[in-house]
């Protein structure tokens, strides 16, 4: 016996009801009274003395029948002065509390109404709450790094903004207009090319001399280059004329409107909830846009007014149609396209550069057929060539394709062909500005969802640190109710010691 009084009574804590009621402790029909016993403790709780620890009691989620013992407890101090010669309190207080503990000990109702509590807290409660921090705690870490992803992909399209600004060699503040100021600096650009083509002297009669001996070409080469090196960079009437324009009226460039001002834009909602669950997938920043400036026209207008062949350019060229506005204007009247310099009229540039890469093909074959020369077949099959192709030498020649291919990038760099495109298509400067504007409108879109991003990870945060408290009162209070059920249980089996198993919080 005395063995047996030893071992400990381990009780699963979910069947820890159904264990009660088994072993006849508590009645089948404790619910029913656990309802009119809740209707007097509400009831009681009306009129309650002024005491920190009954507040402090009945401040708690839920008043069981160990609360209503202490209740009990603390009215014997308080309550002391209504108690008769017969040892009963007249106090109304004192009787309430009274019969809801002698309610409660019929037929042991408080053991089922604790051990369903105890239930509800470890199976249901501690687990909700839990989860509840958990997700609030991933919320955070998820919004952090959302967070920090669009503080980064904003960054990075405002960098990509401000290096399209630098291709087209603008500051970025008002793109229209620095776009429309970059046209008027075109022509000084296209005269210092022209001088420097001027110098192409030696090379245009090293071209024709050679191409006169080998091929015996009696035809004039290069005649745009050859033009500009006598006459400079004129106007395209006197190249298509061969006379000088008494009149030159130039094209007038309309002005487009300043771009929308950032006030204007819409940025949208970004504070509801349902925009956060899917923010990263709109977030389309790296790989999902394309920088690149299309040279492409979008409509029939713009194929006429903004398509420029560059020779040189990969795939086949944008042809546009040139009117000849010469042949309805009066004689010595430059007017329109004829009122252009050649390099600025794309029919004559295009000619232009073709000339010129046709002399870096030209030299690039004889820097590599002068390595070969050597043999007494290369020697002799130029013994009877004129001296200006005796006398060059390959590093001459090396140092002249160079000033070639210096004028040729000048004229085809991507800043160039923009100022071009700006030139020929007044709706390009329109385009462009807008392709611009939408960088800048994606980066500020971004940093406001970053922004956000901070809001809602604070809100998480706020709900995390209103959940601790909960999670520890919940924790304490369950451990408490266990040691308590334990101890009652014990009591009832002559203090053999109780375990409730699985109990964690």
């Known amino acids: 016996m005395?063995?047996?009084?030893?071992?400990?009574?381990?009780?699963?804590?979910?069947?820890?009801?159904?264990?009660?009621?088994?072993?006849?402790?508590?009645?089948l029909k404790w619910q029913s009274a656990v309802k009119v016993i809740r209707e007097k403790i509400n009831t009681a709780m009306q009129d309650m003395p002024e005491n920190e620890e009954i507040k402090q009691l009945l401040s708690g989620s839920y008043i069981h029948y160990f609360h209503c013992l202490r209740i009990v407890e603390i009215l014997k101090g308080t309550e002391a002065s209504s108690k008769n010669i017969f040892g009963r309190y007249s106090s109304q207080r004192m009787k309430d509390w009274q019969e809801i503990v002698s309610l409660y000990e019929a037929d042991n109702v408080y053991l089922a109404e604790v051990a369903s509590l105890l239930i509800r807290n470890v199976s249901y409660e501690g687990p909700a709450l839990r989860k509840q921090l958990?997700?609030?705690?991933?919320?955070?870490?998820?919004?952090?790094?959302?967070?920090?992803?669009?503080?980064?992909?904003?960054?990075?399209?405002?960098?990509?903004?401000?290096?399209?600004?630098?291709?087209?060699?603008?500051?970025?503040?008002?793109?229209?207009?620095?776009?429309?100021?970059?046209?008027?600096?075109?022509?000084?650009?296209?005269?210092?090319?022209?001088?420097?083509?001027?110098?192409?002297?030696?090379?245009?009669?090293?071209?024709?001399?050679?191409?006169n001996f080998v091929c015996e070409w009696s035809e004039p080469v290069l005649p745009m280059l050859a033009f500009i090196q006598k006459r400079g960079n004129t106007t395209f009437y006197e190249w298509r004329t061969g006379n000088v324009p008494t009149v030159i009226e130039r094209p007038v460039v309309e002005e487009q409107p300043d771009a929308v001002t950032n006030d204007m834009i819409d940025w949208g909602n970004f504070g509801k909830a349902t925009d956060m669950q899917n923010v990263t997938d709109d977030i389309t920043v790296k790989d999902g846009i394309d920088w690149g400036i299309s040279l492409e026209p979008d409509t029939e207008q713009d194929a006429g007014a903004g398509g420029i062949d560059w020779g040189d350019t990969e795939g086949s060229p944008i042809e546009i149609e040139i009117i000849d506005a010469g042949t309805d204007c009066p004689e010595g009247v430059?007017?329109?396209?004829?009122?252009?310099?050649?390099?600025?009229?794309?029919?004559?540039?295009?000619?232009?550069?073709?000339?010129?890469?046709?002399?870096?093909?030209?030299?690039?074959?004889?820097?590599?057929e002068m390595a070969e020369e050597a043999d007494v077949v290369a020697m002799s099959q130029f013994q009877l060539a004129p001296s200006v192709i005796q006398g060059q030498s390959r590093?001459?020649?090396?140092?002249?394709?160079?000033?070639?291919q210096s004028l040729q990038s000048r004229l085809t760099s991507l800043r160039m062909q923009h100022l071009?495109?700006?030139?020929?298509?007044?709706?390009?400067?329109e385009r462009v500005s807008e392709v611009l504007r939408q960088k800048m409108k994606?980066?500020?879109?971004?940093?406001?969802?970053g922004a956000t991003m901070a809001e809602k990870r604070q809100e998480a945060l706020e709900e995390q640190s209103?959940?601790?408290?909960?999670?520890?009162?919940?924790?304490?209070?369950?451990?408490?109710?266990?040691?308590?059920?334990?101890?009652?249980?014990?009591?009832?089996?002559?203090?053999?010691?109780?375990?409730?198993?699985?109990?964690?919080?």
């Not at 401000?162 to 650009?189: F, H, M, S, W």
């Not at 994606?442 to 969802?449: E, G, N, P, Y």
């Open 395 to 404: 590093q001459h020649i090396r140092e002249m394709m160079s000033h070639v």
């Open 466 to 505: 209103r959940l601790e408290p909960r999670v520890d009162l919940l924790a304490g209070c369950t451990r408490e109710l266990q040691k308590l059920i334990e101890a009652d249980i014990s009591q009832k089996y002559h203090k053999r010691p109780v375990n409730l198993m699985g109990v964690n919080i």
């Open 442 to 449: 994606q980066a500020d879109i971004l940093v406001l969802k």
């Open 2 to 27: 005395e063995n047996i009084q030893k071992l400990p009574i381990d009780i699963q804590t979910s069947k820890l009801l159904d264990w009660l009621l088994d072993r006849r402790h508590c009645g």
């Open 134 to 211: 958990a997700k609030a705690q991933q919320l955070q870490q998820e919004l952090s790094r959302r967070e920090v992803e669009c503080q980064s992909s904003g960054a990075d399209l405002r960098e990509r903004y401000y290096a399209a600004c630098k291709q087209y060699g603008i500051r970025g503040e008002n793109v229209t207009r620095e776009l429309q100021a970059l046209v008027k600096d075109l022509p000084a650009v296209l005269e210092e090319v022209g001088k420097d083509a001027a110098k192409l002297d030696e090379l245009i009669q090293f071209y024709a001399a050679f191409t």
């Open 334 to 368: 430059a007017r329109g396209e004829d009122a252009l310099s050649i390099l600025e009229s794309s029919q004559s540039r295009s000619q232009f550069i073709d000339e010129l890469m046709e002399l870096d093909a030209f030299l690039s074959q004889r820097v590599i």
């Open 420 to 429: 071009f495109m700006i030139q020929a298509s007044p709706r390009y400067v």
